[in-house]
């Protein structure tokens, strides 16, 4: 089990996301006013916050939202979790449907640091059921 450290949208694709209050999640759609929404196999971001530590550690100053992750977690290693798991986060449940991703070629913290971890270590999910996410709230795997 882990905890949910941040919640984050953005209003357009290819920009930092900023950490809100509390987020919706729905079937088909996924962060409800995020510029990632919609009903494709990407709708939630999540990376773990000990990736972005590794990082922090060489001295960047990565605030959540950083990698244009909606959820950043602690205590669960996402990078490992398969296809398919099923995750229950806040009052939502989330299918993962890839893990990693390509990283943009004018990503400024791959120019800054050398490597982006989202490529390799963020993962990425449908939503399953609608329910509301915010930090604080536990992040676990679910049986259906």
């Known amino acids: 089990m882990g905890i949910i450290v941040a919640v984050c949208v953005s ?15 729905r079937v088909g759609q996924g962060v409800v006013g995020d510029a990632h929404a919609g009903n494709w196999h990407r709708q939630v971001s999540l990376l773990a916050e000990e990736s972005v530590d590794e990082l922090r550690g060489l001295g960047f100053d990565l605030p959540p939202g950083a990698f244009a992750e909606n959820l950043l977690t602690r205590g669960l290693a996402l ?3 398969p296809v398919g798991t099923v995750l229950r986060a806040g009052t939502a449940l989330l299918a993962v449907t890839q893990i990693g991703k390509e990283c943009h070629n004018d990503c400024a913290i791959k120019k800054a640091a050398g490597r982006c971890v989202m490529p390799t270590d963020g993962i ?9 996410v915010k930090p604080g709230d536990t992040i676990e795997l679910a049986a259906l």
């Open 11 to 25: 209003d357009r694709k290819g920009v930092q996301k900023r950490p809100v209050s509390e987020i919706e999640l």
């Open 124 to 132: 990425f999910a449908v939503v399953l059921k609608n329910g509301a």
């Open 79 to 81: 990078k490992t979790l």
